[in-house]
T-cell receptor, first 112, second 114 residues
Framework: DSGVTQTPKHLITATGQRVTLRCSPR?????VYWYQQSLDQGLQFLIQYYNGEERAKGNILERFSAQQFPDLHSELNLSSLELGDSALYFCASSGTDIYEQYFGPGTRLTVT | QQQVKQSPQSLIVQKGGISIINCAYE??????FPWYQQFPGKGPALLIA?????SEKKEGRFTISFNKSAKQFSLHIMDSQPGDSATYFCAASSTGSGYSTLTFGKGTMLLVSP
């Protein structure tokens, strides 16, 4: 158990809808990262927050957004969902050693 | 552009054998090279990592070999066990901007046969 929690575990929704994925980092970790894992693209970095501020952006679509709250939990918002957005979404966190990222169990999103 | 190339895609090793997974990178700014292990239905778990100032790092049965000039690194699993059957991902990151984001290889599915 990495100490990173994610909810929900599974999410099934229809095209065009909007969903919110939630992540709580390990106790004391200030950085939160979001990754998408799909069969064709593998594990891809989406976005990073550090203590409430956006730090880095990867291959994140404009339809996706994220934020980190004062209690350090983070939410990833996915809107206007398409079939191709079906994937596993992982949150990771890191602490004083910014290199070491610890992953949560993921949220499996299925868009029908 | 795939910045971290991983091979093989899949690997079958007999119990007690050595599993070897290779990765090559292109970005010379990368300065941290971790390996992650992922079991079905779980998130990736940090297994072992190396920085480019050393050529080898060993933790138990797991060893990373690093060749800076060739821009390659590999994971060796000694005395492979059925419980090691999982997908392994190499990754790389650079911290030049004060933060670290991981670029992953495509993964290797390892099956250790009893």
């Amino acid at each position: 158990d990495s100490g990173v929690t994610q909810t929900p575990k599974h999410l099934i929704t229809a095209t065009g809808q909007r969903v919110t994925l939630r992540c709580s980092p390990r106790s004391g970790d200030l950085s939160v990262y979001w990754y998408q894992q799909s069969l064709d693209q593998g594990l891809q970095f989406l976005i990073q927050y550090y203590n409430g501020e956006e730090r880095a952006k990867g291959n994140i679509l404009e339809r996706f957004s994220a934020q980190q709250f004062p209690d350090l939990h983070s939410e990833l918002n996915l809107s206007s969902l398409e079939l191709g957005d079906s994937a596993l979404y992982f949150c990771a966190s890191s602490g004083t050693d910014i290199y070491e990222q610890y992953f949560g169990p993921g949220t499996r999103l299925t868009v029908t | 552009q795939q910045q971290v190339k991983q091979s093989p895609q899949s690997l079958i090793v007999q119990k007690g054998g050595i599993s070897i997974i290779n990765c090559a990178y292109e970005n010379t700014a990368f300065d941290y090279f971790p390996w992650y292990q992922q079991f079905p239905g779980k998130g990736p778990a940090l297994l072992i990592a190396i920085r480019p100032d050393v050529s080898e790092k060993k933790e138990g049965r797991f060893t990373i070999s690093f060749n800076k000039s060739a821009k390659q690194f590999s994971l060796h699993i000694m005395d492979s066990q059925p419980g090691d059957s999982a997908t392994y991902f190499c990754a790389a990151s650079s911290t030049g901007s004060g933060y670290s984001t991981l670029t992953f290889g495509k993964g290797t599915m390892l099956l250790v046969s009893p």
